[in-house]
């Protein structure tokens, strides 16, 4: 079968967008594919005529089941016209894309939408969605913009930078934007100081460190992508994995979902990171633990095909299919929490360890292993005893720390990682602050801090043990608190903390289920 195939500039609010074509023959009504990307910079100095046989390269696969894929260059980047700035113009770009598809003669009234990461979010700021939209594969993506921003009151310093590195990526900025920016006090005006003009919308999140603030009711906080999957009413594919920036949002999602959608969907949970792998030097295997290798390497077209045809899928939809690491299977089910909580001690006695923002701790991240943390005064660390029988975790782990400061404000940080013979494997961290959980805080009192870890379901065998790694911060991840109440943003200065934790009442709760 010969495709057909081209490219075209749309005249779209005012700018020039370039969308690719791809039919699977001259003539006829298709169902339509439709995705739309920022990641195209690599393509400006190439001709048009190669991008889109390089784009039909990797999605030829769409048209030889049927499928029209309809591809399109964000506002200002790639070939297309403009300034593109994350965010704030996707939903007015989107709607009028979708109104342009539904006037071309190959439209045969079936619209399917296609996203991962941030591709995910264009689509998300295009609802509610219309009838003719009849199904969704949105993958690793939170649709509520705070926890993109925020865990806590405490700033991702990864979204941020990937913020930067995108906005007016083609517009040839002054950006002095390095890991350095964060240690800049103050962050107010920092948008200004690293990208030469103020973007307006990064200023207004920094004053917004509460997920309560009104910024997050407004077009630049996402209120128009917040609740896009809640009550949709089309069969939506979500995916995530455990080590992924979004995974406790995403599984917020599935829960917030509306009885009726949820029995169409499907929620597919890997053992892996952001892009469905891991790293090879400092990261574990997981036998068959890729989507592909699960579910086939095409089955975001299976899911479409589901829709429209019936075929059948290799997993249960209404329920969330997930990895069970270390036991090494898949499974699925509601992931209802587990029926027992084992609770265990963290010790009797007191812990100390100190703080200074401008030489903060630095970690690994969940799914890597474990860096060697000894002779650092600012963590402490502890460890489980041995567990005497397999035992099987599934749902939120919980820690509960009795903490003391002698500072008016600081944010504490608990890392949980799987203790094995030949390695130790970060599972799961939380941070949070003081007065973000308490309200206010007097120094030299003692305070109880509760952490809530994102979902997890994997497999302590017996002799192996937890391990947890307590501080302040993570420098890798987070902005760091700088010791001082109030307003983050606007603090010019820091201070030293020096904290003290209560071990016999302090503990860690695993949700377990009976083997």
Not at 101 to 115: A, S
Not at 213 to 226: E, Q, Y
Not at 457 to 463: D, S
Request: glycine letters at 6%.
């Amino acid at each position: 079968m010969k495709h057909h195939i081209y490219y075209k500039y749309l005249e779209l609010n005012d700018e020039k967008f370039f969308t690719i074509c791809l039919l699977p023959e001259k003539d006829g009504k298709f169902p339509i594919v439709i995705s739309r990307s920022p990641y195209v910079n690599h393509t400006v100095d190439m001709s048009e005529e190669a991008i889109v046989q390089d784009h039909y390269n990797s999605a030829k696969c769409w048209l030889e089941r049927g499928y029209a894929v309809l591809f399109q260059h964000c506002r200002g980047q790639g070939k297309s016209t403009g300034a593109f700035v994350p965010y704030v113009h996707e939903r007015e770009d989107g709607l009028a894309f979708l109104a342009w598809i539904r006037e071309q003669p190959f439209y045969n009234g079936e619209l399917f939408l296609l996203g991962a990461s941030y591709t995910t979010s264009l689509h998300y700021a295009t609802a509610p969605f219309a009838k003719d939209i009849k199904g969704a594969v949105f993958e690793v993506q939170d649709s509520e913009r705070y926890r993109l921003w925020y865990r806590n009151g405490q700033m991702r310093k990864g979204h941020a930078n990937w913020h930067f590195g995108l906005y007016k990526s083609k517009c040839g900025l002054p950006k002095t934007f390095g890991v350095h920016s964060f240690s800049e006090l103050p962050l107010a005006n920092l948008s200004e100081r690293v990208l030469g003009e103020r973007a307006e919308d990064f200023e207004q999140m920094l004053a917004a460190a509460d997920p309560s603030h009104a910024f997050w009711n407004t077009r630049f906080g996402g209120i128009d992508a917040k609740d896009a999957v809640t009550d949709a009413n089309i069969p939506i594919l979500l995916t995530t994995g455990y080590n992924d920036f979004y995974v406790g949002g995403v599984f917020k999602m599935w829960q917030r979902m509306s009885e009726r959608t949820k029995r169409k969907s499907a929620l597919l949970v890997s053992p892996y990171h952001h892009g469905d792998g891991y790293d090879l030097n400092n990261g574990v295997f997981f036998p068959n633990g890729q989507r592909k290798e699960a579910f086939g390497e095409e089955y975001p077209i299976d899911w479409f095909d589901h829709i429209r045809k019936g075929t059948p899928l290799p997993y249960v939809k209404g329920v969330i299919t997930y990895y069970r690491a270390f036991e090494n299977r898949w499974q699925s089910d509601f992931f209802q929490s587990a029926t027992k909580d084992l609770t265990i001690s963290l010790g009797t006695g007191c812990a100390y360890f100190d703080y200074d923002p401008l030489c903060p701790p630095s970690f690994r991240g969940e799914g890597f292993l474990a860096e060697d943390l000894q002779g650092r005064s600012d963590v402490f660390s502890v460890c489980t005893p041995a567990f005497d029988a397999d035992t099987f975790v599934k749902g939120q782990m919980k820690v509960v720390l009795a903490v003391e400061s002698n500072v008016p404000d600081t944010s504490f940080y608990v890392r949980i990682s799987i203790k094995k013979p030949a390695y130790t494997y970060v599972l799961r961290h939380d941070i949070t602050s003081l007065c973000y959980q308490l309200g206010d805080y007097k120094k030299n009192c003692v305070a109880t801090l509760c952490f809530c870890f994102d979902e997890y379901a994997f497999l302590i065998q017996k002799g192996e043990c937890l391990q947890l790694d307590i501080s302040s911060t993570d420098n890798n991840s987070y902005v760091c608190h700088t010791n001082l109440k109030g307003e983050y943003y606007l603090q010019a200065e820091t201070n030293r903390a020096e904290n003290k934790i209560h071990l016999d009442k302090s503990f860690l709760t695993l949700p377990v289920e009976q083997l």
